[in-house]
């Protein structure tokens, strides 16, 4: 079993950043691959960034390349998702995710844990 609890959140105003965690525990956190998704009201839940279990692979929605990164600290089981130039459109609650694998997928069936969700608000 892994425990994932989200942290971060807020509202912000269009241009601001955001810097999202999400801390692990349970099993060991270096044996999974995490993503972050985010899910608007009335819309699919949506891959945002995802991680392999080294931290030395990163993959990216179009939607927040260059504007979003993903990272991880393997030694204090946590993974942040910086958040830079917002966008209305992103607003949404965003979940972290675990994927017993060596590297994430985009695929939200694929990921076995899931956090609570935090809100992130961006206003225009």
């Known amino acids: 079993q892994v425990q994932l609890v989200e942290s971060g959140g807020g509202l912000v105003q269009a241009g601001d950043s955001l810097r999202l965690s999400c801390a692990a525990s349970?099993?060991?956190?270096?044996?999974?691959?995490m993503g972050w998704f985010r899910q608007a009201p009335g819309k699919e839940r949506e891959f945002v960034a995802g991680?392999?279990?080294?931290?030395?692979?990163?993959y990216y929605a179009d939607s927040v390349k260059g504007r979003f990164t993903i990272s991880r600290e393997n030694a204090k089981n946590t993974v942040y998702l910086q958040m830079n130039s917002l966008k209305p459109e992103d607003t949404a609650v965003y979940y972290c995710?675990?994927?017993?694998?060596?590297?994430?997928?985009?695929?939200?069936?694929?990921?076995?844990?899931w956090g609570q969700g935090t809100q992130v608000t961006v206003s225009s």
């Open positions: 991680i392999s279990r080294s931290g030395g692979t990163t």
């Open positions: 349970g099993r060991t956190f270096s044996s999974y691959a």
């Open positions: 995710a675990a994927d017993d694998a060596a590297f994430s997928s985009s695929r939200a069936n694929e990921y076995d844990y």
